[in-house]
């Protein structure tokens, strides 16, 4: 199974500010998927990350708000802009091979991240 | 759309006896596959068994195994002789068999507390 880490594993952050959450694999994968769990909620799909295409978000998360780069088949990065304390929570990136879809998806340890 | 739903938010079992995690999914689609992930306090999603929905037998893995029940869309986890490093969180999850679907529904989850 795929090997992931997530950068930083926690973090407590400022009103207004923004912070961008690293997702490195250590073998190349085809997708790659942002979740936010909110506290004491299950995993809600925030965006789908391919390489060499523009993420496509779930119906309630915009590109503005929530920034994706995926610069190659290893590594993906999730900005959480203009924060505020609704934006508490955990943020898991997730990796996937596309053509293969029953093999199951691994998870990063996850960021948690606390607005003030 | 697919959603999934636990209808148990909450489950306590003694240890070394049987517990059975119930989760249903509504899905018009016939080929899909199905996770039941673990969530401990460290909050690390691990994949505890998946089972393909062409096929019949249920899916076991050593103390887990699933009763799957295609016509319900039921799919229960079973967990016997507990331990207490069963007590976690537990998601059950649908995916598309789809080859453009890898992303991954979640049910509520159920907190399965484990006594000793």
């Known amino acids: 199974s795929a090997v992931i880490s997530q950068k930083p594993s926690r973090d407590i952050c400022q009103r207004g500010t923004s912070l961008t959450i690293q997702c490195q694999v250590d073998s190349q994968v085809t997708m790659m998927f942002w979740y936010r769990q909110q506290p004491g909620q299950s995993l809600t799909l925030i965006a789908t990350?391919?390489?060499?295409?523009?993420?496509?978000?779930e119906s309630g998360f915009v590109i503005d708000k929530f920034p994706i780069s995926r610069p190659n088949l290893t590594f993906s990065t999730l900005t959480v802009s203009n924060m505020s304390p609704e934006d508490s929570s955990i943020y898991l990136c997730?990796?996937?091979?596309?053509?293969?879809?029953?093999?199951?998806?691994?998870f990063g340890d996850g960021t948690r991240l606390s607005i003030l | 759309a697919q959603t999934v739903t636990q209808s148990q938010p909450e489950m306590s079992v003694q240890e070394a006896e049987t517990v059975t995690l119930s989760c249903t999914y509504d899905t018009s689609e016939s080929d899909y596959y199905l996770f039941w992930y673990k969530q401990p306090p460290s909050r690390q999603m691990i994949l505890v068994i998946r089972q393909e929905a062409y096929k019949q037998q249920n899916a076991t893995e050593n103390r887990f195994s699933v009763n799957f029940q295609k016509a319900a869309k039921s799919f229960s986890l079973k967990i016997s002789d507990s331990q207490l490093g069963d007590a976690a969180m537990y998601f059950c999850?649908?995916?598309?068999?789809?080859?453009?679907?890898?992303?991954?529904?979640f049910g509520g989850g159920t907190r399965l507390m484990v006594k000793p």
């Open positions: 997730s990796v996937g091979r596309g053509g293969d879809s029953n093999q199951p998806q691994h």
């Open positions: 990350a391919n390489q060499g295409s523009e993420a496509t978000y």
């Open positions: 999850a649908y995916r598309s068999a789809r080859r453009t679907g890898n992303m991954l529904t």
